[in-house]
């Protein structure tokens, strides 16, 4: 059935809500920051792909639902009119769908501007959709696939692989469980969204978090992406603080696992896009738990390419996989030997137009009905030791624990 959407711009007082923090706790889907995002409540459309051709299969159907719309977009914005929340798997091979989903109503913001868009939705179905979710219990967490043992055992296989030259860097995860029957992220999601405002907090068909990485932003041609590697713990005092960002920015270690993946990165955009630049020397960003290695990419396209057609060029990057790709690829598929499903893979929203905003689905967590897993990786290189990639995961590991 071919979607009417109609999108206009809206106060808070119309939509009866006191801030952001009341939509993301009744949202079925989210992609946000603290100065623009969308949430999205019920579903009119969801679009699946699985396996190597996911990318296309789904630009493709979305391309073929897009010419059967009809939209009135008064609002203007950057979000408003058709859109599709998604979220990709991060490996060809996975078991898991791949995701494009078009809530029934979606308001978004620009800072303190607001729109909604009705996609085959009347304003009388608002307040059914716009019900907050229920809280549930906090979960606990335990031991997933790969233990402590064996994460750093993989770690070391990693480091040798590296000696031996077969690698030049990988990215190797590990995971948590906790069994319930009855969840809702939501809650959770507005501690994230709070506590990691410059963060894209996220929420497509049970897959949740806050990603601190713009994997790639398409809007006019315009292109963005903010590249993510190296890490160290937030100090306990100010001065310490200071001191290990301060380290962070002159350490060997990070410099080139963070010389990777803009490498990776840049050299992929070449395909599609010119003008490319990226910052000389990476600079050191701060969330509650952690320092990284930041630079930020800018490009512009060169031909018609849509943000799903540069997310198969993109991903995955070196930040998520490793250099050489293909080599990193067979290392995590033999060393971890689980199925990623959805984490790292991309997550974030197309327009009608291709356009769109994509982080990498980090810091987070998927619910199956029975099961919540979270997942924490660490780019391993030359000079990393499995204890101290290990610490890493933990801290990662906190935007999960202690919000859920």
């Not at 179905?125 to 219990?137: G, H, I, M, S």
């Not at 993989?154 to 690698?167: P, R």
Request: aromatic letters at 6%.
């Amino acid at each position: 059935m071919p979607i009417t959407v109609v999108s206009r711009r809206v106060s808070p007082e119309e939509l009866g809500i006191t801030g952001i923090a009341d939509l993301i706790s009744a949202a079925d889907s989210c992609f946000l920051t603290s100065t623009e995002g969308l949430i999205g409540f019920g579903e009119e459309l969801k679009l699946t792909a699985k396996g190597p051709n996911r990318f296309q299969e789904l630009d493709g159907q979305w391309k073929e639902i897009v010419s059967q719309a009809t939209v009135t977009d008064s609002a203007n914005l950057l979000g408003s009119g058709l859109v599709a929340f998604g979220s990709m798997s991060f490996s060809e091979q996975s078991n898991s769908e791949s995701y494009l989903i078009v809530p029934k109503v979606v308001i978004g913001f620009v800072h303190e501007e607001f729109f909604i868009t009705l996609n085959n939705c009347q304003e009388t179905e608002l307040q059914e959709l716009l019900k907050a979710k229920p809280v549930t219990e906090e979960l606990t967490f335990n031991s997933g696939s790969i233990t402590t043992q064996t994460f750093e055992e993989n770690v070391l296989k990693a480091i040798n692989l590296i000696k031996e030259k077969q690698i030049s860097k990988v990215v190797l995860a590990r995971d948590l469980a906790a069994k319930t029957n009855n969840f809702y992220p939501n809650s959770g999601l507005v501690k994230l969204a709070r506590k990691y405002p410059s963060c894209y907090t996220y929420l497509v068909n049970n897959l949740f978090g806050a990603s601190p990485e713009l994997l790639v932003s398409v809007q006019n041609k315009n292109v963005r992406a903010r590249v993510l590697a190296g890490t160290a713990g937030r100090g306990t005092d100010v001065e310490v603080d200071q001191a290990i960002g301060e380290a962070l920015s002159h350490s060997h270690k990070n410099l080139d696992e963070h010389k990777y993946a803009i490498d990776s990165l840049t050299s992929k955009l070449e395909d599609n896009c010119e003008n490319i630049t990226a910052d000389a020397t990476p600079f050191s960003i701060s969330l509650p738990n952690l320092w990284h290695l930041a630079s930020d990419v800018t490009a512009t396209l060169k031909d018609d390419s849509t943000s799903l057609q540069l997310l198969e060029t993109l991903h995955p990057s070196a930040a998520v996989a490793g250099t050489p790709r293909e080599d990193a690829l067979r290392v995590i598929s033999e060393l971890e030997q689980i199925d990623r499903g959805r984490y790292a893979g991309p997550v974030g929203w197309v327009s009608a137009n291709g356009d769109g905003v994509w982080a990498i689905a980090l810091r987070g967590a998927h619910y199956d009905g029975e099961t919540v897993s979270a997942f924490a990786g660490c780019g391993i290189v030359l000079e990393s030791d499995p204890e101290s990639e290990l610490a890493e995961t933990n801290l990662k590991f906190k935007a999960v624990l202690e919000n859920f």
